[in-house]
Every structure is written in C-alpha cells, then in structure tokens.
T-cell receptor
Framework: DGGITQSPKYLFRKEGQNVTLSCEQNLNHDAMYWYRQDPGQGLRLIYYSQIVNDFQKGDIAEGYSVSREKKESFPLTVTSAQKNPTAFYLC????????????FGQGTRLTVV | GIQVEQSPPDLILQEGANSTLRCNFSDSVNNLQWFHQNPWGQLINLFYIPSGTKQNGRLSATTVATERYSLLYISSSQTTDSGVYFCAARNTNAGKSTFGDGTTLTVKP
C-alpha cells in the first residue's frame, strides 16, 4: 500500500538522550514535513524539505535536527537541547507544485521522563 | 506569512444535527485543505479545495477565495464525526502550509 509510515508509534526516553523518529513514504513525493502537536493545540512546523539534500527550518526548529539523504526518508532527531520534547510528532508529505495535497503519517507519541 | 483562523473553537451537537465550521485566511490562497484528526491522532484528508464546492457523503466544503474563507458542512452528524477539524492554507510555492488552531467537535448520542 502507498502511504507514509512513522515509527515507532510510542517512544519513551530518558531526559538528556537524543532520539530519532522515523518517517518513510512510498508516494514518490518530493516534499516532506515534520510537525509538533501539544495536547489541545494545533500543529507547529519544525522542519521541511522540498528536495533531497535540502531542508529548511520551520517555526520551532530549535532543539531538533533532520536529514534528507533519500527521497523516501526524512528522519527527525530530537536532541537533548529541546527543553520540552514530550509531544505528538506528525510527518507529512506532498508532491511538488502548488496544486498538491499533503498526506500525514499516523504520528509518534514521544514521552521523555 | 498567511494567517488562518478557525471558528468556532469548540462545538457540541446532538447526533443528527447539522453544523458549519469556518476557516478564514488573511491572504489569497492557491491551496486549501480540510482535515479531521481522529481520536488516535491521525489527520485524515477530507477535502482539497482551493476554490469552489465539493461534496463527499454527509460532508461538503466551499471555498470562496475572493472573500478569503472556506466552510465545512457536516450534515446528520454522527458520534464518529467527533474530533478536531483543521484547515490548512498555502499561497506560495515555498512549500509551507499554515494550519488553523482547529475546531473541536463533540457529537453526543
């Protein structure tokens, strides 16, 4: 099936550890996105990438890092510099151009204790 | 950048009632989507509707781009319609969409 896969669904980490969230898509989409959602809140953009080997900061990039070495993959690392990492993380992708829909993965719920 | 406002923030209905959710945006848009976030957190695509009207079963949407708003209509609501509805707008080819804060819909049996 075509789609976007995020893994794992739930992730627990100790404070001070870096953690990497996976996002893979087989839709042949050029653009990929990472969002953060806190309880009862909307989506905030962390990073996005429109093409392989290129990415841009979103609105809340501090404490996060990404890479885009392959078209299909856009992993997000939550570093120890992120002060409040516990949140729900959503990955999305879309084709290139204005008239394209974005599609989302199922999300990863990260809890840092 | 573009600002997106959704109203109302919260809506409580009895099963079978109809509702209208609104999305206002501050600038012209070339791309607008409506999503439903289910209880497990996943965002489900409802409509891609930069202009005009579309219908899908009990749901329909209208975007009036010249007046900078979009409406999502839910008819004969069911308890499974509960959740958060987001609109997202985009007006450049820079790649970013802006999301509204969402409307939380609760449908009571």
């Amino acid at each position: 099936d075509g789609g976007i896969t995020q893994s794992p669904k739930y992730l627990f980490r100790k404070e001070g550890q870096n953690v990497t969230l996976s996002c893979e898509q087989n839709l042949n989409h050029d653009a990929m996105y990472w969002y953060r959602q806190d309880p009862g809140q909307g989506l905030r953009l962390i990073y996005y990438s429109q093409i392989v080997n290129d990415f841009q900061k979103g609105d809340i990039a501090e404490g996060y890092s990404v890479s885009r070495e392959k078209k299909e993959s856009f992993p997000l690392t939550v570093t120890s510099a992120q002060k409040n990492p516990t949140a729900f993380y959503l990955c999305a992708s879309r084709g290139q151009g204005l008239n394209t829909e974005a599609f989302f993965g199922q999300g990863t719920r990260l809890t840092v204790v | 950048g573009i600002q997106v406002e959704q109203s109302p923030p919260d809506l409580i209905l009895q099963e079978g009632a109809n509702s209208t959710l609104r999305c206002n945006f501050s600038d012209s848009v070339n791309n607008l989507q409506w999503f439903h976030q289910n209880p497990w957190g996943q965002l489900i695509n409802l409509f891609y509707i930069p202009s005009g009207t579309k219908q899908n079963g009990r749901l329909s949407a209208t975007t009036v781009a010249t007046e900078r708003y979009s409406l999502l209509y839910i008819s004969s609501s069911q308890t499974t319609d509960s959740g958060v509805y987001f609109c997202a707008a985009r007006n450049t080819n820079a790649g970013k969409s802006t999301f509204g804060d969402g409307t939380t819909l609760t449908v009571k049996p």
